[in-house]
């Protein structure tokens, strides 16, 4: 009888030991999660806000804007050289790590297809005002939903489902009103253009983010943050180098110093406003890939979608851009989304949490 209550309390001591090990982790996980989160909407307010200055005093060049999207991949070196403390499972892991040349290959592919995204988002940005912008950026959880479904498994629920057409229709309904008292005259030829090319930069991120997270899990087989920051560093950096070769190739770089010379607030506030904006974007890449990592490819963008319902007050308070009352009427939209999907993962998390509870208790039974 003794020894059957001293196995029992073993089995006790060591259930309470391995409660306590998960708590820990999903304590570090969620902390992580919060800091990725914060990356996300203050670089996609800070990077949003400051390529619509670029535009209103005097910046042109496109390949220059794209370029400050991903400049600021340097900032991230240190830490990718800065060796880190390795456990037995990570040891592991590097013996099934990928080749060089399919490392590369993957970041080439993800970097190319970032080019096109972010000079449609450059040339929407400059179509558009910033509250429009954004709310039509959000479409890429509508589209992330869909190929999150086709290539990484998610599931579709009726909640999601209703997610998906609220999103799709609230960044839809701007296209019916003439943007006049935002930033200067807006015709609707312009207003279409901007609308075309930022919907399809935002089915692009989607993919994107897509294939971002079938790497992780099929070709680099890792979920540390040292992974994050090599998928961060490398895609940047392929960027910014077919950034510049566009540049070069188009022949922008001649204009830089008149563009410089005429920018309103001066030569100093034109490389502070790259600077800052590659600053600003660098941290919204290196938040989308971690909460591609550590959550999913559509819980990232999640926070990207709320993002954009958040820069639009920013947009109003420093920028001066009027808010409409279609704005609201799409914004008010676009919240139900979120909140729609946001209930789904409560859904979801309650119902794995019963799963455990009942797995636990037939254990005891079985006992």
Request: hydrophobic letters at 45%; glycine letters at 8%.
């Amino acid at each position: 009888m003794d020894q059957f209550i001293e196995e029992a309390e073993r089995t006790e001591s060591s259930e309470n030991a391995d409660n306590s090990s998960v708590q820990s982790s999903k304590f570090v996980l969620w902390h992580q999660i919060f800091i990725f989160t914060f990356f996300i909407l203050g670089g996609q307010a800070v990077g949003t806000l400051l390529g619509r200055v670029y535009y209103e005093q005097g910046g042109k060049s496109r390949w220059i804007a794209t370029f400050a999207q991903t400049a600021g991949f340097s900032i991230l070196l240190p830490f990718i050289c800065y060796p880190s403390t390795k456990n037995h499972n990570e040891q592991e892991l590097i013996i099934h790590q990928p080749s060089i040349f399919v490392r590369a290959s993957v970041y080439i592919f993800l970097g190319l297809f970032q080019v096109a995204n972010s000079m449609s988002f450059t040339v929407g940005v400059q179509y558009l005002p910033a509250s429009t912008y954004s709310l039509i950026s959000g479409t890429q959880l509508a589209f992330n939903a869909i190929t999150s479904f086709l290539l990484n498994g998610q599931k579709i629920t009726a909640i999601i489902l209703n997610s998906v057409v609220l999103l799709s229709f609230s960044s839809s309904v701007v296209i019916f009103q003439n943007e006049t008292g935002d930033s200067g005259e807006i015709s609707q030829k312009s207003l279409l253009i901007g609308f075309a090319v930022t919907t399809f930069g935002s089915l692009g991120y989607a993919l994107q983010f897509s294939l971002t997270e079938l790497a992780f899990q099929k070709v680099f087989k890792s979920s540390t943050l040292k992974e994050v920051l090599k998928m961060s560093f490398f895609i940047g950096f392929f960027v910014t180098i077919a950034s510049l070769t566009g540049l070069f190739a188009s022949g922008n770089w001649r204009d830089l110093e008149k563009e410089m010379g005429e920018y309103r607030t001066g030569k100093s506030s034109y490389v502070i406003n790259l600077v800052c904006s590659a600053i600003a974007w660098q941290l919204y890449a290196l938040g989308s890939f971690g909460l591609v990592l550590k959550a999913s490819s559509l819980f990232s963008n999640v926070i990207i979608n709320f993002g954009g319902s958040i820069v639009p007050i920013f947009a109003m308070v420093f920028l001066k851009d009027r808010i409409t009352g279609l704005k609201v009427f799409s914004l008010l939209l676009g919240l139900w989304g979120y909140t729609s999907y946001i209930y789904q993962h409560y859904l979801d998390d309650l119902q794995a949490k019963t799963s455990v509870i009942i797995a636990s208790d037939n254990q005891d039974d079985d006992f």
